[in-house]
């Protein structure tokens, strides 16, 4: 079946401009997170949604950052005014309903911050 | 605090010989254990996840891994390495009952020698 699909693969971007990340979890998923990944890094966790229930945003790095998930389903980080500091690998996971379940990740979005 | 290290940043090994990629983890509660894998431009593909019974567990791709409470350890194995195996590998720990946010270990990054 589909696994979790993101968009752009690649984004390149001026220093002070918008994007908008998106992520397509696997059908039937309820949890999604965001993740990002900079160069010789772990991951750092940014944000979770689990159904219905107010979002995790507690790994946010500042105001400029945000995320919604439409439906349930698809979900979109936004980054404002994005700095340089901000280039890395976005990831996106989702997970099955039920506790414990692994996450499957996406193939990322590698950001570019010019 | 809860953390997750793998000491090893950087592997090398020749292709047919054994593998062993350390993790070690300090956590309040009853853990639950994850490797990854990372191919280069990919997302992470789980390999195999410990949450109780036999401390050993069997994970796809021939790795193995084995939960030894007394040492905070969960260390991943494999007897023959393929050059396909070249990646970088991420040990994850949560907690039981709670999807939330997993602790990273930052990776070894493993390459095989023909």
């Known amino acids: 079946g589909a696994g979790v699909s993101q968009s752009p693969s690649n984004k390149v971007t001026e220093k002070g401009k918008d994007v908008e990340l998106r992520c397509d979890p696997i059908?039937?998923?309820?949890?999604l997170y965001w993740y990002r990944q900079s160069l010789g890094q772990g991951l750092e966790f940014l944000i979770y949604?689990?159904?219905?229930?107010?979002?995790?945003k507690s790994g946010l790095p500042s105001d400029r950052f945000s995320a919604e998930r439409t439906g349930g389903s698809v979900s979109t980080l936004t980054i404002q005014r994005t700095q340089q500091e901000d280039s890395a690998v976005y990831l996106c996971?989702?997970?099955?309903?039920?506790?414990?379940?692994?996450?499957?990740f996406g193939d990322g979005t590698r950001l570019s911050i010019l | 605090a809860q953390s997750v290290t793998q000491p090893d940043i950087h592997i090398t090994v020749s292709e047919g010989a054994s593998l062993e990629l350390r993790c070690n983890y300090s956590?309040?509660?009853?853990?639950?254990l994850f490797w990854y894998v990372q191919s280069p431009g990919q997302g992470l593909q789980l390999l195999l996840k410990?949450?109780?019974?036999d401390t050993l567990v069997q994970g796809i791709k021939g790795f193995e891994a084995e939960f030894k409470r007394s040492q905070s350890s969960f260390n991943l194995r494999k007897p023959s390495v393929h050059w396909s195996d070249a990646a970088e590998y991420f040990c994850?720990?949560?907690?039981?009952?709670?999807?939330?946010?997993?602790?990273w270990g930052l990776g070894t990054s493993l390459a095989v020698n023909p």
């Open positions: 996971a989702s997970s099955s309903p039920g506790v414990n379940q692994p996450q499957h």
């Open positions: 059908s039937g998923h309820t949890a």
């Open positions: 949604f689990q159904g219905n229930s107010a979002p995790d």
């Open positions: 956590y309040g509660a009853t853990p639950y």
């Open positions: 410990y949450f109780s019974g």
């Open positions: 994850a720990v949560g907690a039981r009952g709670n999807n939330r946010k997993l602790i």
